[in-house]
């Protein structure tokens, strides 16, 4: 290489040649430095201006008018559907809780049934008539008159229509008939008593919209604006993984929420949506890691919410999956199905260390299987009851139910192999990873190996039952049927290749009695005893460790956001309530009430550009000058 | 040679006018040849593409998990509504019926229907392509422009203080992670740092509620940090490619007798060593075009960008089997056809290819 560089430099160009470099050389070679950037600029430009429109489906929408305080919030889930039949996913049913109107909302406060939709609510003596009174003051966002006979629509449609009941199908599952007799009376008939009649979480559409959508299953509610609804924000433009826009309800019934518009912005990035924070671009960030919520807690402006969740964080045990019918499945370790061994794994757990290591304080220890925020149903195991941390007990009951060490100190099994379980885990949560390593140090202890396998999906080991130990948490509703339901019988898998919404092959026949019991009890007090009680007896049997119920940690800019509604009121968290009240409560600040939007764009960008374009031709230019500097005199 | 003829016993046999025979006939034979040559190339894509429809099949089936059953996973959901489910997106049939179903839908353009976003998944690729190729086509533009001019000056002042700066600094950022990159201008110039303000958006494509003008701004605004995460991570490459290729060419014989012949260093490399140099850099390029429909995952999650790439991994994490199916099948194909589009210009840039 030096040879060819020497070369160069041994033949210069003759001076002859070097003046024969003229003006309008000159002028040659900077116009192609130029021809270069403005070709490099009309490409992107051009890219740009092809791209950004003819491909793009969705509709543009007018400028927001100045002066309309918006609420920004950072999101990240992706919306599967904006249609109520088919939406599943938190991010999706949020949006379509604000869109329509529940027969029942949950108080702010407890939890308990509010009157939403309808006014009042009543069951008939045989248990299996439920007769609601609507509200005649409602209107739908199109000025009609929201009647009985949207919500019979409605629910008729479920009950008649495979793809209407895609998200909600479950709470139809034991309607006889839905009728509405008139305006303010709609009518469901049962085919067997259900207490949760009151908790009937369908958002209710008007029927003179919806009932000319041919295909449910294929309508996705997000392509003409705005929609018609009756909840507190209309929908008026939606991106996909990009915004959803609603405009505030100048007319709901409970009143017109004080932000003019609600925005979900999306951040698939955690960092950059507390960026965004920080910045005042959102309002509101939520799932917070400790380590997040800690920088943002020594921000001025910036109020860190760290409220009880309504998760719970559990150990679960593989009972020996089975069918409905008996039939074994799966390979869990028969040693665990020995209630000794179970307990003593359970005791060997330090709860407190993992609040304190893992989640870093933010959770509260476990003990029942419904977070305290429900305080209705929560329950925790008296003193006596109660499996703390023990770990010489854990090994004592080892030793009792013959599992005891080899000369290395491992437990032996009945078929004289040392114990091994193997640790179900998602890999996406680093609590699981964290925890899992701590439960090895504390079963190393007592001579029990564990493998952790951590996996993107867990669903197919855990529904075939190829697990020993697993991971395990729910979100839990106000009502608790559904949670407590899948530790049913009926629960279990009709054969071993069909999957069933069973969590834990757990099939119990006294748990089974109290559910019934509890399903058709409608005195609130006596569900709610009948529910501890299950809960008690899941306890007891010993296949679920309720280790911690993590917190909720969000936070929000106290200069955007003056005030906001918590649920529970007393210590609760903001997103993903049940309910609407958070952003339907939000009372804007008195300084500009609006997240920052990038207004200032144009001149921000024609500035900013300005000097990076001037800048950069200014380096080339003067990189080429350099670089021909020989070439000239 | 694949034509076989030897001009100089034509030459000496024939008479005058035959000469201009033979040059046709030469003529004719390179085009022959070329046409072969193209259609070898075109096969070889066919073949491609048709192993990819087969492996992209087949392939995430063995991704573990029931789609049925995580897709609705989290909720009450009846035995009855998984068995519809699965009639619904064919599941429930054997393997070989959907693979015959699925490849004979796909030469038609239906890639089928995504399982999470009950949307055809055609329709889901043309939501989310304008996004990716506006950003990676906007910083493949910038990236290749600036790769071929700082490569090419970097190897004509070869060993210089410049060059030397322009090759660390190249492979400094070529090095670094886009994902930490982004997230650093983010920090620096979306928050603002010290005395820089905080002058870019931190994420998204674009504000709520902007239309006309004002949109068009500020699709631009959001774009500039992406863009130059990408453009800092890649240019390296380009610019070492074109570097090393014209440090080859530079001892060459025609460059010398080029400045024999008078013509200024200027024109000597812009003339004569760039075009010469720049096969490499040619398939580099349009492997890098090929790559520009798959997005760059890491800085479209990072700038919350809706593109392709942060669809595909919502598709893998379900798995949504059409959407994952349809998005390989569409990566691939680009990545195919833009090598195939190499291989057909290379004979453009230098004859002896393809012969």
């Given at each position: 290489m030096s040879?060819?560089?020497?070369?160069?430099?041994?033949?210069?160009?003759?001076?002859?040649?070097?003046?024969?470099?003229?003006?309008?050389?000159?002028?040659?070679?900077?116009?192609?430095?130029?021809?270069?950037?403005?070709?490099?600029?009309?490409?992107?430009?051009?890219?740009?201006?092809?791209?950004?429109?003819?491909?793009?489906?969705?509709?543009?929408?007018?400028?927001?008018?100045?002066?309309?305080?918006?609420?920004?919030?950072?999101?990240?889930?992706?919306?599967?559907?904006?249609?109520?039949?088919?939406?599943?996913?938190?991010?999706?049913?949020?949006?379509?809780?604000?869109?329509?109107?529940?027969?029942?909302?949950?108080d702010p406060g407890d939890n308990h049934a509010i009157p939403g939709l309808a006014t009042k609510w009543k069951p008939s003596a045989d248990k299996l008539t439920w007769t609601y009174t609507i509200r005649s003051g409602a209107t739908w966002s199109d000025g009609r008159r929201v009647t009985a006979k949207d919500a019979a629509w409605t629910f008729n449609k479920m009950m008649t229509d495979e793809a209407a009941a895609t998200a909600n199908g479950s709470f139809v599952a034991n309607f006889r008939e839905v009728t509405a007799p008139s305006p303010t009376e709609l009518v469901i008939e049962l085919k067997k008593p259900q207490a949760t009649m009151a908790a009937l979480d369908v958002p209710i559409v008007p029927e003179h919209v919806w009932s000319k959508v041919k295909d449910l299953g294929k309508f996705n509610n997000d392509k003409k604006f705005p929609v018609v609804g009756d909840g507190p924000y209309v929908l008026t433009d939606y991106k996909p993984d990009s915004y959803v826009r609603m405009e505030a309800n100048k007319t709901f019934w409970r009143g017109a929420p004080r932000f003019d518009e609600l925005v979900f912005k999306y951040y698939k990035d955690g960092d950059a949506a507390v960026a965004a924070l920080r910045k005042g671009e959102v309002s509101f960030v939520s799932g917070l890691t400790?380590?997040?919520?800690?920088?943002?807690?020594?921000?001025?402006?910036?109020?860190?919410?760290?409220?009880?969740?309504?998760?719970?964080?559990?150990?679960?045990?593989?009972?020996?999956?089975?069918?409905?019918n008996g039939t074994p499945m799966g390979d869990g370790d028969p040693s665990l199905r020995d209630p000794r061994v179970r307990e003593a794994l359970f005791r060997a757990v330090d709860r407190k260390a993992l609040i304190d290591k893992v989640f870093q304080g933010h959770a509260v220890e476990g003990a029942g299987y419904i977070p305290p925020r429900?305080?209705?149903?929560?329950?925790?195991?008296?003193?006596?009851?109660?499996?703390?941390?023990?770990?010489?007990?854990?090994?004592?009951?080892?030793?009792?139910?013959?599992?005891?060490?080899?000369?290395?100190?491992?437990r032996l099994g009945k078929d004289g192999k040392p114990l091994d379980y193997r640790l179900l885990c998602h890999a996406t949560d680093p609590n699981d990873k964290a925890a899992g390593q701590y439960l090895k140090e504390w079963w190393g202890k007592l001579g029990i190996g564990v493998t952790l396998d951590c996996l993107d999906n867990v669903s197919d080991p855990w529904l075939a039952g190829t697990y020993d130990l697993a991971f395990d948490g729910w979100s839990v509703n106000p009502d608790p049927d559904y949670v407590l339901s899948i530790h049913t019988c009926a629960a279990l898998?009709?054969?071993?290749?069909?999957?069933?919404?069973?969590?834990?092959?757990?099939?119990?026949?006294?748990?089974?009695?109290?559910?019934?019991?509890?399903?058709?009890?409608?005195?609130?007090?006596?569900?709610?005893?009948?529910?501890?009680?299950?809960?008690?007896?899941?306890?007891?049997?010993?296949?679920?460790?309720?280790?911690?119920?993590?917190?909720?940690?969000?936070?929000y800019r106290t200069d955007q956001i003056a005030k906001i509604r918590t649920m529970p009121a007393k210590a609760g968290n903001i997103y993903g309530q049940d309910g609407y009240w958070s952003w339907w409560s939000a009372k804007p600040a008195a300084s500009d009430g609006s997240s920052d939007g990038s207004?200032?764009?144009?001149?921000?960008?024609?500035?900013?550009?300005?000097?990076?374009?001037?800048?950069?031709?200014?380096?080339?230019?003067?990189?080429?000058?350099?670089?021909?500097?020989?070439?000239?005199? | 040679?694949?034509?076989?003829?030897?001009?100089?016993?034509?030459?000496?046999?024939?008479?005058?006018?035959?000469?201009?025979?033979?040059?046709?006939?030469?003529?004719?034979?390179?085009?022959?040849?070329?046409?072969?040559?193209?259609?070898?190339?075109?096969?070889?894509?066919?073949?491609?593409?048709?192993?990819?429809?087969?492996?992209?099949?087949?392939?995430?089936?063995?991704?573990?998990?029931?789609?049925?059953?995580?897709?609705?996973?989290?909720?009450?959901?009846?035995?009855?509504?998984?068995?519809?489910y699965r009639r619904e997106f064919g599941l429930d049939l054997p393997l070989w019926h959907q693979f015959t179903d699925y490849c004979g839908k796909a030469l038609t353009g239906d890639l089928g229907t995504s399982?999470?976003?009950?949307?055809?998944?055609?329709?889901?690729i043309t939501e989310a392509l304008p996004n990716t190729l506006l950003l990676t086509g906007t910083a493949f533009v910038l990236y290749t422009a600036l790769g071929i001019t700082l490569g090419t000056r970097s190897a004509w002042r070869h060993g210089r203080l410049g060059d030397r700066l322009n090759t660390g600094l190249a492979l400094t950022l070529y090095s670094v992670p886009s994902f930490w990159l982004g997230l650093l201008l983010i920090i620096v110039f979306s928050v603002g740092a010290g005395p820089v303000p905080g002058l870019f958006p931190t994420g998204g494509m674009e504000s709520a509620g902007t239309s006309g003008f004002a949109h068009v701004t500020d699709v631009a605004h959001h774009l500039v940090l992406p863009v130059l995460t990408l453009v800092a991570v890649e240019y390296g490459q380009t610019l070492l490619v074109t570097r090393s290729a014209l440090l080859d060419e530079m001892g060459s014989d025609y460059l010398t007798t080029a400045r024999a012949k008078g013509l200024r260093d200027d024109q000597v490399r812009r003339r004569h060593a760039v075009p010469n140099a720049l096969l490499p850099t040619v398939t580099l390029v349009f492997v890098?075009?090929?790559?520009?429909?798959?997005?760059?995952?890491?800085?479209?999650?990072?700038?919350?960008?809706?593109?392709?790439?942060?669809?595909?991994?919502q598709a893998l994490s379900v798995p949504d089997l059409p959407l994952v199916q349809g998005l390989f099948l569409f990566f691939a194909s680009a990545v195919i056809v833009m090598n195939t589009l190499a291989d057909l210009v290379y004979p453009l840039l230098d004859p002896r290819v393809g012969r």
């Amino acid at each position: 290489m030096s040879a060819r560089v020497r070369l160069g430099r041994r033949h210069p160009e003759p001076p002859g040649r070097q003046d024969g470099r003229t003006g309008r050389d000159r002028r040659s070679a900077r116009s192609s430095v130029l021809r270069l950037a403005a070709l490099t600029g009309a490409s992107a430009l051009a890219l740009s201006a092809t791209l950004a429109t003819p491909l793009n489906p969705t509709p543009q929408q007018a400028e927001a008018k100045e002066g309309k305080k918006v609420l920004t919030v950072a999101v990240a889930q992706s919306v599967d559907s904006l249609s109520p039949f088919l939406a599943i996913r938190l991010s999706s049913t949020g949006v379509n809780r604000l869109m329509y109107e529940y027969l029942t909302d949950y108080d702010p406060g407890d939890n308990h049934a509010i009157p939403g939709l309808a006014t009042k609510w009543k069951p008939s003596a045989d248990k299996l008539t439920w007769t609601y009174t609507i509200r005649s003051g409602a209107t739908w966002s199109d000025g009609r008159r929201v009647t009985a006979k949207d919500a019979a629509w409605t629910f008729n449609k479920m009950m008649t229509d495979e793809a209407a009941a895609t998200a909600n199908g479950s709470f139809v599952a034991n309607f006889r008939e839905v009728t509405a007799p008139s305006p303010t009376e709609l009518v469901i008939e049962l085919k067997k008593p259900q207490a949760t009649m009151a908790a009937l979480d369908v958002p209710i559409v008007p029927e003179h919209v919806w009932s000319k959508v041919k295909d449910l299953g294929k309508f996705n509610n997000d392509k003409k604006f705005p929609v018609v609804g009756d909840g507190p924000y209309v929908l008026t433009d939606y991106k996909p993984d990009s915004y959803v826009r609603m405009e505030a309800n100048k007319t709901f019934w409970r009143g017109a929420p004080r932000f003019d518009e609600l925005v979900f912005k999306y951040y698939k990035d955690g960092d950059a949506a507390v960026a965004a924070l920080r910045k005042g671009e959102v309002s509101f960030v939520s799932g917070l890691t400790p380590a997040q919520s800690a920088s943002l807690g020594h921000q001025s402006d910036i109020k860190v919410n760290d409220a009880p969740g309504r998760r719970f964080y559990a150990l679960a045990v593989n009972p020996g999956a089975r069918t409905r019918n008996g039939t074994p499945m799966g390979d869990g370790d028969p040693s665990l199905r020995d209630p000794r061994v179970r307990e003593a794994l359970f005791r060997a757990v330090d709860r407190k260390a993992l609040i304190d290591k893992v989640f870093q304080g933010h959770a509260v220890e476990g003990a029942g299987y419904i977070p305290p925020r429900f305080s209705t149903y929560f329950w925790k195991p008296s003193a006596d009851q109660a499996r703390g941390y023990d770990p010489a007990r854990a090994a004592r009951l080892l030793d009792e139910a013959g599992y005891k060490k080899n000369g290395a100190g491992k437990r032996l099994g009945k078929d004289g192999k040392p114990l091994d379980y193997r640790l179900l885990c998602h890999a996406t949560d680093p609590n699981d990873k964290a925890a899992g390593q701590y439960l090895k140090e504390w079963w190393g202890k007592l001579g029990i190996g564990v493998t952790l396998d951590c996996l993107d999906n867990v669903s197919d080991p855990w529904l075939a039952g190829t697990y020993d130990l697993a991971f395990d948490g729910w979100s839990v509703n106000p009502d608790p049927d559904y949670v407590l339901s899948i530790h049913t019988c009926a629960a279990l898998p009709a054969t071993p290749k069909e999957t069933a919404s069973t969590d834990n092959f757990i099939c119990d026949k006294q748990y089974d009695e109290l559910y019934a019991r509890q399903l058709a009890e409608y005195d609130p007090a006596r569900r709610a005893g009948l529910v501890k009680r299950m809960e008690s007896r899941l306890y007891d049997l010993g296949y679920m460790n309720v280790m911690a119920y993590p917190n909720a940690v969000e936070a929000y800019r106290t200069d955007q956001i003056a005030k906001i509604r918590t649920m529970p009121a007393k210590a609760g968290n903001i997103y993903g309530q049940d309910g609407y009240w958070s952003w339907w409560s939000a009372k804007p600040a008195a300084s500009d009430g609006s997240s920052d939007g990038s207004g200032s764009t144009g001149v921000v960008i024609g500035v900013v550009a300005g000097v990076v374009v001037l800048a950069a031709l200014g380096t080339v230019l003067a990189l080429r000058r350099r670089a021909t500097a020989g070439d000239r005199e | 040679m694949s034509t076989g003829t030897d001009p100089v016993p034509l030459r000496e046999t024939l008479p005058a006018p035959a000469a201009k025979d033979t040059t046709k006939e030469t003529r004719a034979h390179t085009t022959t040849a070329y046409l072969r040559y193209v259609a070898g190339k075109l096969a070889g894509a066919a073949v491609s593409l048709l192993a990819v429809l087969v492996t992209g099949f087949f392939l995430f089936r063995l991704i573990p998990g029931d789609p049925v059953r995580t897709m609705t996973g989290g909720r009450p959901v009846s035995a009855r509504q998984l068995a519809a489910y699965r009639r619904e997106f064919g599941l429930d049939l054997p393997l070989w019926h959907q693979f015959t179903d699925y490849c004979g839908k796909a030469l038609t353009g239906d890639l089928g229907t995504s399982y999470q976003f009950r949307t055809p998944v055609l329709d889901k690729i043309t939501e989310a392509l304008p996004n990716t190729l506006l950003l990676t086509g906007t910083a493949f533009v910038l990236y290749t422009a600036l790769g071929i001019t700082l490569g090419t000056r970097s190897a004509w002042r070869h060993g210089r203080l410049g060059d030397r700066l322009n090759t660390g600094l190249a492979l400094t950022l070529y090095s670094v992670p886009s994902f930490w990159l982004g997230l650093l201008l983010i920090i620096v110039f979306s928050v603002g740092a010290g005395p820089v303000p905080g002058l870019f958006p931190t994420g998204g494509m674009e504000s709520a509620g902007t239309s006309g003008f004002a949109h068009v701004t500020d699709v631009a605004h959001h774009l500039v940090l992406p863009v130059l995460t990408l453009v800092a991570v890649e240019y390296g490459q380009t610019l070492l490619v074109t570097r090393s290729a014209l440090l080859d060419e530079m001892g060459s014989d025609y460059l010398t007798t080029a400045r024999a012949k008078g013509l200024r260093d200027d024109q000597v490399r812009r003339r004569h060593a760039v075009p010469n140099a720049l096969l490499p850099t040619v398939t580099l390029v349009f492997v890098n075009l090929g790559r520009t429909v798959a997005g760059v995952i890491l800085v479209e999650t990072v700038f919350s960008w809706p593109g392709l790439g942060g669809l595909f991994y919502q598709a893998l994490s379900v798995p949504d089997l059409p959407l994952v199916q349809g998005l390989f099948l569409f990566f691939a194909s680009a990545v195919i056809v833009m090598n195939t589009l190499a291989d057909l210009v290379y004979p453009l840039l230098d004859p002896r290819v393809g012969r």
